[in-house]
């Protein structure tokens, strides 16, 4: 069961990966109709690695509490969550990973407080909104106007026909706010770059992304990581989530860099 924890904004549900070993503390952001449950097969292989790993779910996702206030529900918002929980917990220079719409909220955590963290990990992330549409402006378009329960019957339940995890994709979705989806993908279709801001941290800083990534052009991500000066890790056989087409991979890249560290 998840930990609920009272942060500044409202609660969260986190869970906690505890190692027998411990090396160091790890905060993990989801992405985009994602929720904690994505990192379910590598917090347990971060915490056999010795890292302490914090895995909530946003503000209005799945088992973390609804706001009344829409404003908490911005990338800025979460990033001072992920601060929050830093401080909530009392950990000395975490690392921070973020999946995706997780990654853009991670570099506006940095920028914020850029002393706050040992590194940040890009994983399947990007700098900007990128200029085609993409699966964002489909759920905008679909789901505007509608409850959760309305786009599952309408169009989303669909896409998890087959996921070997149907049941989890169907209860999460209906768990969500819908305000903060909608935030969301308004914002993955319109957020501007803060790397130049990043870079000024000089924060360490690692990109990782899966072969056939189709969020954002592995192009954009090299260059990102060429602007921040950050090597890169291509997983082999993966996609947009290398977290659970390869998990055992996926980690071997992340907790490596974070060895790299110490």
């Not at 599952?152 to 070997?164: C, I, L, R, T």
């Not at 209906?174 to 000024?200: H, K, Y």
Request: glycine letters at 8%; one cysteine or more; a negative charge.
């Amino acid at each position: 069961m998840p930990e609920l924890v009272e942060l500044a904004q409202g609660q969260l549900a986190i869970n906690i990966f505890e190692p027998s070993q411990y090396k160091g503390d790890a905060i993990l952001i989801h992405g985009f109709t994602g929720s904690k449950e994505d990192f379910d097969y590598i917090g347990p292989l971060l915490a056999e690695r010795g890292y302490r790993t914090y895995v909530p779910d946003m503000r209005g996702i799945h088992q973390s509490p609804w706001s009344s206030d829409e404003s908490t529900y911005s990338m800025a918002a979460y990033a001072r969550d992920v601060i929050d929980i830093a401080r909530h917990f009392n950990l000395q220079s975490p690392h921070l990973f973020g999946h995706s719409y997780g990654g853009a909220v991670a570099q506006r955590a940095v920028v914020a407080e850029p002393n706050r963290f040992k590194s940040l990990t890009l994983f399947c992330s990007g700098p900007h909104a990128r200029k085609n549409p993409g699966f964002s402006e489909i759920v905008l378009e679909k789901l505007s106007g509608k409850s959760m329960q309305e786009g599952w019957d309408q169009f989303a339940a669909e896409m998890y026909v087959g996921h070997k995890r149907e049941e989890l994709m169907g209860k999460r979705w209906l768990a969500n706010d819908v305000r903060s989806i909608l935030r969301q993908a308004r914002e993955l279709g319109s957020f501007t770059s803060v790397i130049p801001e990043v870079a000024a941290t000089k924060i360490s800083t690692h990109i990782i992304y899966g072969e056939n990534d189709d969020a954002w052009p592995l192009a954009m991500q090299d260059q990102m990581a060429a602007d921040l000066s950050a090597p890169v890790a291509v997983i082999k056989d993966a996609g947009h989530c290398p977290n659970e087409d390869q998990p055992e991979s996926s980690v071997k890249a992340i907790a490596n860099f974070w060895d790299s560290l110490v």
